[in-house]
């Protein structure tokens, strides 16, 4: 009988554990939302994009840009734009100054960044913006594009 009760008492214990554990990792998944980027990869972003049948939203970006640190801290982990931006695109943030990015920079004519463009799935520009934007300016940016 003595097993028994201690064999219940642990169980209890384990289910307690681990059923608090687990709403805290819900909890903390839903407060790090985010745009999930594929990172410095425009090829891989075709691919997937191809696959998806999803428009590609491209974050052109160098890392000595203030606006662009911003935009990552701010608007990118807003809850809003990364539940519309992760439904609806494929992501890809590109270092323009490394890898790809210097190619692509000059067949895309970039000249300042932050500079967001987004592609159809095929890598035809269908729109873009240049510099720091707010959340709820970002969302209106992606429709936009989506409906042309």
């Not at 191809?50 to 606006?67: E, L």
């Amino acid at each position: 009988m003595k097993k028994l009760l201690l064999t219940i008492c642990f169980v209890i214990l384990l289910n307690i554990t681990f059923g608090f554990n687990a709403k805290a990792q819900a909890a903390l998944s839903k407060s790090s939302t985010q745009i999930n980027f594929i990172e410095n990869s425009w090829t891989e972003a075709l691919k997937q994009a191809a696959r998806q049948n999803k428009y590609i939203f491209v974050d052109a970006y160098a890392s000595w840009c203030g606006p662009c640190k911003m935009l990552k801290a701010t608007t990118f982990k807003n809850n809003k734009v990364a539940d519309f931006y992760n439904d609806n695109f494929v992501n890809v943030a590109i270092d323009m100054e490394k890898g790809q990015g210097p190619a692509l920079a000059a067949e895309w004519g970039l000249q300042a960044y932050p500079t967001m463009i987004i592609f159809t799935s095929k890598g035809k520009p269908v729109s873009g913006t240049v510099g720091y934007i707010r959340a709820n300016d970002l969302i209106k940016f992606g429709q936009q594009a989506l409906n042309k």
